[in-house]
Every structure is written in structure tokens, then in C-alpha cells.
């Protein structure tokens, strides 16, 4: 059976932050709808994280970004939360000015690790950031630039924090396995871009 998922944030609920960020004419994201990663494909994905039972709970589609949110389970009472986002921006918008937005737009805010150095190296400019959410989750936030001239991709999973492990002892034992999942997902962005 296929899941539809009507998009649960209109763009009434947009805040000021976020109209100023990106929303061109040239640079919408509604088409790019299509690109974003479906809950069968997080539960198709390598499960070093063991995280299981992976569902889509919401769809964003406003202007500036489209993001599909999803809540897995592994052994932490509270679920694993996981998120895809594009964002349209115009060609040769800076990918630090980019990143630095998403803290002007609250996605990351001071709570979190300055950029982690990641475990792998790429083709495209990346920023990975680490933090924790009040239920105790460590959470990581992969942003990737520079794929094609008018795109910049997030990904998001949160983690269960075995006790007495500190964000940066998480990232330390599971960093790869974390980067190589987040950095799936916008891979699977890209080849759908891609065509």
C-alpha cells in the first residue's frame, strides 16, 4: 500500500526567518518534492545504527524547502527521529552563508558542537554539526553544498545516549556509521536529481 502524506505545515506557519531565506523566483522547492528520501528508503539503507521501523510523519513543501520528517525505533524508549530537507537557493550563494541561515532559521542553535570534523572526504562542501535534544537524543545534522548550482541538502538522525556518554563520546564510537547513513540519504537526493 502507498502512503500519502498531505504536507501538515502550510505556508501561513512560515516565519519571518524563513521567507527571508532563499525564496526567489528562480529558486522554488516544491519540484523538488520527488528528490526526497521515502520511509522505505531510510528502512533500505545500512542499519549500523540499528534503527528499525522507519515512518514518514510529516511532509513540509513551502517555498524555500520541502523536508520529509520520519521516526524510527532501536532500543531507546524515546523514537529516532530523522529528517531530509532541500532547500533551492540561487546560483553562487555561498555555502557558509547557507549553513550560517540555518542557525538564523533555528534549525541549529548554539547548543550545538561547532562543525565536527567528518570521518570521510567528499566531492561537495560539508558541514556536520552535533547536539542534544531534550528527551537526552544526541542529534547530527549533515548539510551538503555544492552539488549542483541551486540545491543545499540536510540530513538529520537522532540517537539514543548509552548513560555516561557524552555527544562527543557518541561521535567518536559511532561517527562513521552516523556520516555514512546521513550522507546515504542526500546521496539518494542527488541521484534522484540526477535522473
Partial sequence: AVLTVEPTVTAEEVTTADVEYLVTPEAQAIPLLPQLVSAFDMNDLDNE???YDWQLFQEIAWDNRVCHDFRGVSWSVSPNLGTNCIFPKPNNYPFEQA?????DMGILDDSFTAPLSPYNTYDHEVALYGGQLDNGHAVFDL???DVGETEFYWASVSLGVPGGY???DVYVDYGDSIETFLYSIIQINIDRRDG
Fill in 143 to 145: 548539510f551538503v553544498g
Fill in 166 to 168: 557524552t555527544l562527543e
Fill in 49 to 51: 545504527l540499528e534503527i
Fill in 99 to 103: 549553513v550560517e541561515a540555518m542557525f
